[in-house]
């Protein structure tokens, strides 16, 4: 006799460790098995593109901050690239070395969160995310050198920087860049051929490349998938075009195959940084720019390849000293378009670490 | 190098397959009539010289007078990049067709832009809101929101 059985709703977040921040799953279950997801956010919007057109150009960093806030260097620079391109103003050599140098840190420190929190979610529990948040705070004391923050740091400004980098900087960075191979071989020796660890994620959440394209993923998600499509070699913008590095790409589309496209990415960051420190120019970080902008009436759309994917500014001018419409491209939206395909047929388990995999933050997600 | 192509150039090869679709066109951008963006955008996805596979991004802007939708369009295999418009006329009840079918990236962002802007879009699958809570009344970027 057959037993009867009925799919079972079960609430994951708003308010869950595993969620990465205040993320609703609605999941359906039979038993274990996930038979239908559907995701729930926005309970971290603060009209953040609103309170942009209220503000001047340069009264919209500090904001910008507070999208990836795990990521806030990187933002600042998405930004002020837009603003730049929309009003015409040059960025002094100096400046666009130091702005390379900050935004592959960030993407050093957003990674090792990322891969921390991912083998957290596959039961590692907080062994490797403490060593990882080790080198992070190494990468925080840098920051907090430059621009006195350790989260928010609000550094960049059109035209160049808020600051120049303290003298003890370059020595600190220079350690920083010996020691850090070593540190990500250690974690590939614990980790890369960790028996438990291929079990839990080779084949599990698969993104087909196809798919990857056609829901706009970006960053590691879409590469993973097997693109090799990165912001910094197809459009390259401030000075990329200068430094020699390689794009990592996975084959399978799978959570190893974005866990690996991210360590992989952090060596390349470390080789950028490298042939940056090499080749800083002296000078000003910051061109003549007027306290209030008024950029001509029009339109532009900024990119970077920020660590989580593509991060878009299109801001429209109407020659005020505010913007008349700021809007933000999200990286972590745009990639977890396809997580209900990705969780279906897969055990509750499993959802955790594929949605881990993604690398999401809410502040970016809701804005 | 992302090229970006000419709006004017892509918008006189779409004037011949579909006369009568083109609102205005110039260097960076191009506005087509809303009821003919479906062909126009299957067009741009589909054929082989411009291959639009990758929808970047999806905003409106609220001029007073009229909603503005603005689709930025990349071909991952050319590496070249379009921005496409259109615009809606009304403050009670806009209306654009949906995306969705052609490019799933824009599922999120449509129902973003129902939220926030009030613009509905046809033929999305689940035209709901997605940042706001429910019952929540007003469209917050909207110009007259205050």
């Known amino acids: 006799m057959a037993l009867k059985t009925e799919p079972f709703v079960l609430n994951i977040g708003p308010v869950h460790p595993s969620t990465h921040g205040v993320f609703r799953m609605r999941a359906i279950l039979d038993g274990e098995v996930i038979v239908d997801m559907e995701p729930i956010f926005g309970y971290l919007h603060r009209g953040i593109e609103k309170l942009a057109e209220e503000r001047t150009y340069t009264g919209v960093i500090p904001l910008t901050d507070r999208l990836d806030y795990l990521a806030a260097m990187s933002n600042n620079l998405a930004y002020v690239l ?25 993407r050093i420190a957003s990674h090792l969160i990322a891969v921390g929190a991912f083998l957290n979610d596959c039961g590692a529990f907080f062994t490797p995310f403490l060593y990882m948040f080790r080198e992070r705070e190494k990468i925080v004391d840098l920051f907090e050198m430059v621009s006195g923050q350790r989260l928010l740091y609000n550094y960049m400004r059109v035209g160049g920087l808020s600051q120049d980098i303290p003298n003890e900087f370059l020595p600190a960075l220079d350690k920083f860049v010996r020691q850090m191979p070593g540190f990500i071989d250690e974690y590939d020796q614990l980790l890369a ?6 079990a839990r994620s080779k084949g599990v959440g698969i993104l087909p490349r196809e798919l990857a394209i ?4 970006s960053g590691p998600v879409l590469r993973a998938s097997g693109v090799k499509w990165d912001i910094r070699k197809v459009d390259p913008y401030s000075i990329y075009d200068r430094f020699e590095f390689d794009i990592p790409t996975g084959s399978a589309g799978d959570c190893y195959d974005r866990y690996r496209v991210r360590v992989e990415e952090m060596r390349q960051s470390l080789r ?16 003549q720019v007027p306290h209030l902008l008024h950029p001509p009436v029009g339109e532009a759309y900024g990119h970077i390849e920020a660590p989580k994917g593509e991060l878009g500014f299109y801001l429209v001018s109407d020659n005020s000293i505010a913007p008349y419409r700021c809007h933000i491209r999200a990286p972590s939206l745009m990639n977890l378009t396809a997580l209900r395909e990705m969780m279906i047929g897969w055990k509750i388990a499993d959802a955790i670490i ?7 933050t809410m502040g970016e997600v809701d804005r | 190098m992302t090229v970006a192509l000419s709006g004017r150039e892509i918008a006189s090869k779409l004037e011949q397959q579909f006369p009568g679709s083109i609102v205005e066109s110039n260097e960076n951008s191009l506005v087509v009539k809303s009821e003919s963006l479906p062909e126009l955008a299957s067009l741009l996805k589909i054929a082989p010289d411009l291959d639009f596979d990758y929808l970047t991004a999806i905003t409106a802007v609220d001029y007073y007078d009229y909603f503005e939708a603005v689709y930025q369009l990349t071909s991952i295999k050319h590496n070249h ?21 052609l490019w799933r990236g824009a599922d999120f962002q449509e129902r973003e832009i129902y939220d926030l802007m009030g613009i509905r879009f046809d033929g999305h699958p689940n035209m709901k809101p997605i940042i706001l809570w429910e019952g929540f009344q007003g469209h917050p970027l909207r110009k007259d929101y205050l």
């Open chain 1, 214 to 217: 056609n829901i706009s993923a």
């Open chain 2, 81 to 101: 990049s379009l921005v496409v418009k259109t615009r809606c006329y009304g403050r009670d009840n806009p209306t654009l067709p949906s995306v969705v079918s």
């Open chain 1, 82 to 106: 837009a603003v730049e391109k929309l009003a015409g103003i040059p960025v002094p050599e100096r400046a666009e070395y130091l702005r390379v140098i900050m935004a592959e840190l960030q």
């Open chain 1, 272 to 287: 950028i940084i490298k042939q940056a420190m090499g080749q800083l120019p002296p000078g000003e970080v910051k061109s």
């Open chain 1, 354 to 360: 594929i949605f881990g995999s993604i690398d999401i």
């Open chain 1, 193 to 198: 051929k960790n028996e438990i660890l291929l």
